[in-house]
């Protein structure tokens, strides 16, 4: 008798301790997927950012520092269009062109004024936080370089007590540097392991 509940017991204590590790795996598992998802959708923002950015500079020849000027640039600036018709480099053929605008939020946000007011806001922050935004121009190799680095500043760390990345994996998302003119983005969370 004394065996059969032993054994009862330790089946309990063997399916009872199977279910832990199976969670503890499954929430890791989980946990991934979801900063993927999260990490993926900020990835997409900041790169509209970057071409609003790129967008500012082609008419400003400076990246913006400010959001409230990138913003406003982003709602009412223009973007200029040229149309060449002809090759410039044939001599012997008359060159047109043809200069028309549009307009920025037509161009890269399809109309979407809420889209460039939330431009700012990372996506799925507990803290409605805003993308760290930088500009200046740098001396890269005797040449002034226009530069500008935007950064999430409220990474996604599966322990909340996490202040530190632990791995290159952790580290904040980041396009554009401030010491060369890269105007990549640092890890890519979309890119296959």
Same mark, same amino acid.
């Given at each position: 008798?004394?065996?059969?509940?032993?054994?009862?017991? $330790?089946?309990?204590?063997?399916?009872?301790?199977?279910?832990?590790?199976?969670?503890?795996?499954? !929430?890791?598992?989980?946990?991934? /997927?979801? =900063?993927?998802?999260?990490? +993926?959708? /900020?990835? *997409?923002?900041?790169? =509209?950012? /970057?071409? $609003?950015?790129? !967008?500012?500079?082609?008419?400003?020849?400076?990246?913006?520092?400010?959001?409230? *000027?990138? $913003?406003?640039?982003?709602?009412? &600036?223009?973007?200029?269009?040229?149309?060449? +018709?002809?090759?410039?480099? @044939?001599?012997?053929? *008359?060159?047109?062109?043809?200069?028309?605008?549009?307009?920025?939020?037509?161009? $890269?946000?399809?109309?979407?004024?809420?889209?460039?007011?939330?431009?700012?806001?990372?996506?799925?922050?507990?803290?409605?936080? =805003?993308?760290?935004?930088?500009?200046?121009?740098?001396?890269?190799?005797?040449?002034?370089?226009?530069?500008?680095?935007?950064?999430? +500043?409220?990474?996604?760390?599966?322990?909340?007590?996490? =202040?530190? %990345?632990? &791995?290159?994996?952790?580290?904040?998302?980041?396009?554009?540097?401030?010491?060369?003119?890269?105007? @990549?983005?640092? /890890?890519? %969370?979309?890119?296959?392991?």
């Amino acid at each position: 008798m004394n065996i059969q509940i032993i054994r009862v017991v $330790l089946w309990v204590v063997i399916a009872f301790l199977a279910y832990k590790i199976v969670s503890v795996v499954y !929430a890791d598992i989980r946990f991934s /997927r979801i =900063k993927a998802m999260k990490e +993926t959708a /900020r990835v *997409e923002r900041m790169e =509209k950012i /970057r071409s $609003l950015q790129f !967008a500012y500079r082609d008419q400003y020849r400076k990246f913006s520092k400010e959001w409230d *000027e990138l $913003l406003q640039y982003g709602k009412e &600036g223009k973007i200029m269009i040229i149309k060449t +018709t002809g090759d410039p480099n @044939d001599t012997t053929i *008359e060159v047109k062109r043809d200069t028309s605008y549009i307009s920025v939020i037509d161009s $890269l946000f399809q109309g979407n004024k809420a889209l460039v007011d939330s431009l700012p806001l990372i996506p799925y922050s507990k803290t409605q936080a =805003k993308f760290a935004l930088e500009a200046d121009k740098i001396n890269l190799r005797q040449v002034m370089v226009d530069v500008f680095q935007i950064t999430d +500043t409220d990474p996604i760390y599966q322990d909340p007590e996490q =202040k530190e %990345p632990s &791995g290159p994996d952790e580290y904040p998302l980041q396009i554009g540097n401030m010491g060369t003119a890269n105007y @990549d983005l640092n /890890r890519d %969370p979309r890119l296959k392991k």
